[in-house]
């Protein structure tokens, strides 16, 4: 599985982006995705995730009422449309998706990231 996310860049405070990632290769065996962000010196953290059929969703408790995760299962394309960003959370954000177990033996899917896009926000 291969994942790109695109959709990234500079916005002033209190205004909206979205970000996409399209996955390719073998996305059958996908049945999660997520958004995880991360600034300099800080650990990786979940912004929201999605199921891929069900389209079950969740998000951090920063995030809730703000950011929409959605998907395209016709593109193979998971969104994460930002509304109401705040200057102190500049960061990288990365695509991931997880294998469902059903397909492995060891019942564990393997998880997949992307390579990153930054989202840069002005005061």
């Known amino acids: 599985v291969q994942l790109v996310e695109s959709g990234g860049g500079l916005v002033q405070a209190g205004g909206s982006l979205r970000l996409s990632c399209a996955a390719s290769?073998?996305?059958?065996?996908?049945?999660?995705m997520g958004w995880y962000r991360q600034t300099p010196g800080k650990e990786r953290e979940l912004v929201a995730t999605?199921?891929?059929?069900?389209?079950?969703?969740n998000y951090a408790d920063s995030v809730e009422g703000r950011f929409t995760i959605s998907r395209d299962n016709t593109k193979n394309t998971m969104y994460l449309q930002m509304n109401s960003l705040k200057p102190e959370k500049t960061a990288v954000y990365y695509c991931?998706?997880?294998?469902?177990?059903?397909?492995?033996?060891?019942?564990?899917?393997?998880?997949?990231w992307g390579q990153g896009t930054q989202v840069a926000i002005s005061s």
């Open positions: 991931n998706a997880k294998e469902s177990g059903i397909y492995f033996t060891s019942g564990i899917g393997a998880s997949y």
């Open positions: 290769g073998s996305t059958f065996k996908i049945d999660a």
């Open positions: 999605i199921t891929t059929v069900v389209g079950s969703t």
